[in-house]
């Protein structure tokens, strides 16, 4: 506590300058901490990515057949709509 009341008792101009140096060293302490985490999960991950990189085809085709469906049931409504089969009532209120 005998810091802060020191602290408190500081010009204004100085006890932003220890704010501004007191942020960076956190944020330095901070980057450090996540750039080592980060270059351990990179290290444990490389298998992983390995295996997803032989899925990734896979994906693709799983959407393209996706839509490819969504067509289809889309042409199929389409041609009952215009055949005047539609499967939704419309009802319009004037």
């Known amino acids: 506590m005998n810091f802060l009341k020191k602290l ?20 330095i302490i901070i980057s450090l ?3 080592s985490s980060l270059e351990r999960n990179l ?8 295996n997803q990189e032989a899925n990734t085809l896979s994906v693709f085709t799983i959407i393209k ?7 289809k049931k889309l042409k199929a409504q389409i041609s009952k709509f215009k055949q005047g ?3 939704f009532e419309v009802e319009i209120i004037k």
């Open 8 to 27: 408190q008792n500081k010009p204004k101009y100085i006890r932003i300058q220890i704010l501004w140096i007191s942020a960076i060293l956190v944020m």
């Open 65 to 71: 057949e996706d839509i490819s469906l969504f067509a």
């Open 85 to 87: 089969q539609p499967e």
């Open 33 to 35: 901490f996540w750039l």
């Open 43 to 50: 290290s444990n991950s490389k298998p992983k990515i390995a």
